[in-house]
């Protein structure tokens, strides 16, 4: 559908929003169409695409009644392409007021326009035409809206101050550690420096063991070497002894006056 903007001077507008989208979820724009007659609408300030949305026009006549009266409205874009005729060919009487209510879906994301097109008589300085046109965008139309968004920033949050705290509860264990891991550390250190200690003084006492092992195997050696010479010693003895008895043996059994010559 083609619209067309048409500028004028009979037209007051305007219009009240919130001022921010959570804090009013309903967005006001309220006018004249003509110097008699009033409108206000009034449509949420964000719906979701494929969600269903309701739009309010409330119609007031002032001062005198309006004949031969014609009102259209249009609702379009995201997907929407209504019209409605609220009034053709018909007499409004002055001082009245009619609400009307108009349901949509829109599919797909943008921003939802509505336009009132009236044309009407009036008695004034006799009697007077009216055409009066007013076209703008009333609700936004979005797959993710700020109402979601906040309810996602609200659950994060919630969610972030629970991290925060475990994060504080184990930071403070984490310094619990950090310091016992300190103590633990000067420990190994003084563990350390006794072991070297301990290693020297160990290496030092292997020595000396070491040399009084060596000293006790010479001294076996030679106690081992002497007791062994004795023995030898021993043995030749007594086989010389033995040798000797048996050479004198023969001699011995001589008479004597045969063994003189031994000695002359």
Same mark, same amino acid.
């Given at each position: 559908?083609?619209?067309?903007?048409?500028?004028?001077?009979?037209?007051?507008?305007?219009?009240?929003?919130?001022?921010?989208?959570?804090?009013?979820?309903?967005?006001?724009?309220?006018?004249?169409?003509?110097?008699?007659?009033?409108?206000?609408?009034?449509?949420?300030?964000?719906?979701?695409?494929?969600?269903?949305?309701?739009?309010?026009?409330?119609?007031?006549?002032?001062?005198?009644?309006?004949?031969?009266?014609?009102?259209?409205?249009?609702?379009?874009?995201?997907?929407? &392409?209504?019209?409605?005729?609220?009034?053709?060919?018909?007499?409004?009487?002055? *001082?009245?007021?009619?609400?009307?209510?108009?349901?949509?879906?829109?599919? %797909?994301?943008?921003?939802?326009?509505?336009?009132?097109?009236?044309?009407?008589?009036?008695?004034? *300085?006799?009697?007077?035409?009216?055409?009066?046109?007013?076209?703008?965008?009333?609700?936004?139309?979005?797959?993710?809206?700020?109402?979601?968004?906040?309810?996602?920033?609200?659950?994060?949050?919630?969610?972030?101050?629970?991290?925060?705290?475990?994060?504080?509860?184990?930071?403070?264990?984490?310094?619990?550690?950090?310091?016992?891991?300190?103590?633990?550390? &000067?420990?190994?250190?003084?563990?350390?420096?006794?072991?070297?200690?301990?290693?020297?003084?160990?290496?030092?006492?292997?020595?000396?063991?070491?040399?009084?092992?060596?000293?006790?195997?010479?001294? &076996?050696?030679?106690?081992?070497?002497?007791?062994?010479?004795?023995?030898?010693?021993?043995?030749?003895?007594?086989?010389?002894?033995?040798?000797?008895?048996?050479?004198?043996?023969?001699? %011995?059994?001589?008479?004597?006056?045969?063994?003189?010559?031994?000695?002359?």
């Amino acid at each position: 559908m083609k619209i067309k903007t048409i500028g004028l001077m009979s037209l007051v507008l305007l219009v009240v929003t919130s001022n921010t989208a959570l804090s009013q979820s309903f967005t006001s724009a309220q006018g004249y169409l003509g110097p008699n007659l009033y409108f206000k609408i009034e449509a949420p300030v964000e719906v979701s695409v494929n969600d269903t949305v309701s739009l309010k026009i409330t119609l007031k006549v002032y001062n005198s009644n309006l004949s031969a009266a014609r009102i259209t409205v249009w609702i379009y874009d995201c997907g929407v &392409d209504e019209q409605y005729t609220l009034f053709r060919n018909q007499l409004i009487p002055a *001082n009245t007021e009619q609400a009307f209510t108009f349901t949509v879906k829109p599919a %797909r994301e943008g921003y939802l326009k509505l336009t009132i097109e009236a044309e009407y008589y009036y008695v004034g *300085n006799g009697v007077q035409y009216e055409y009066s046109y007013i076209s703008l965008a009333v609700t936004a139309v979005r797959n993710m809206t700020y109402r979601d968004l906040y309810n996602n920033y609200t659950s994060l949050l919630s969610e972030h101050s629970s991290l925060l705290r475990e994060y504080t509860y184990l930071e403070s264990e984490y310094n619990k550690l950090l310091e016992e891991h300190r103590l633990l550390l &000067d420990l190994y250190e003084n563990l350390t420096w006794a072991y070297v200690n301990l290693s020297q003084n160990y290496s030092s006492l292997l020595s000396m063991v070491t040399q009084l092992v060596g000293s006790k195997s010479s001294a &076996d050696s030679t106690k081992t070497q002497t007791q062994q010479s004795t023995v030898a010693t021993a043995v030749i003895a007594t086989g010389l002894i033995a040798v000797l008895a048996v050479l004198t043996r023969p001699w %011995r059994l001589l008479k004597p006056e045969k063994r003189g010559w031994w000695f002359t």
